[in-house]
């Protein structure tokens, strides 16, 4: 992959980043600002306790990303990115625009999740 995609790619994972790292930081500021209150409905109590584990669901799913743009963005500084990892083939650059954090190829990531569904099938 040329220099100038390998730079495109990686402005666009940093402004991942920082969008995510800004939203995570809104959200403990948002869950410190309101605190537990005190809810004199059980019911209202309960409601927001599933919307509180909700976000943080949500959030623990950003925290795994974070991680994924991290290990792209060192990709790219190590001279990987763009190169699966099973078979060292190049990923198309149509792939990496639609999963810019992928770390293998269309072909390998079919394989992948046939023999993950087939071992779902059989256990």
């Known amino acids: ?4 995609r390998l730079e495109y790619f990686k402005v666009f994972l940093n402004s991942k980043l920082e969008g995510l790292l800004q939203d995570a930081q809104q959200t403990v500021s948002d869950m410190n600002r309101g605190g537990e209150g005190n809810f004199a ?19 623990d799913r950003e925290r795994k990303l974070v991680a994924k743009v991290k290990e792209a963005l060192e990709r790219i500084d190590d001279g990987t990115y763009g190169i699966c990892e099973l078979c060292g083939e190049p990923i198309s650059e149509k792939r990496l625009e639609a999963r810019p954090i ?9 394989e992948e999740e046939e023999i993950e569904k087939q071992r779902g099938v059989a256990q």
């Open 1 to 4: 992959m040329d220099k100038e």
């Open 41 to 59: 409905d059980p019911t209202d109590r309960a409601s927001h306790e599933t919307d509180r584990n909700f976000v943080l669901r949500v959030k």
């Open 102 to 110: 992928t770390t293998c190829c269309i072909e390998c990531k079919k």
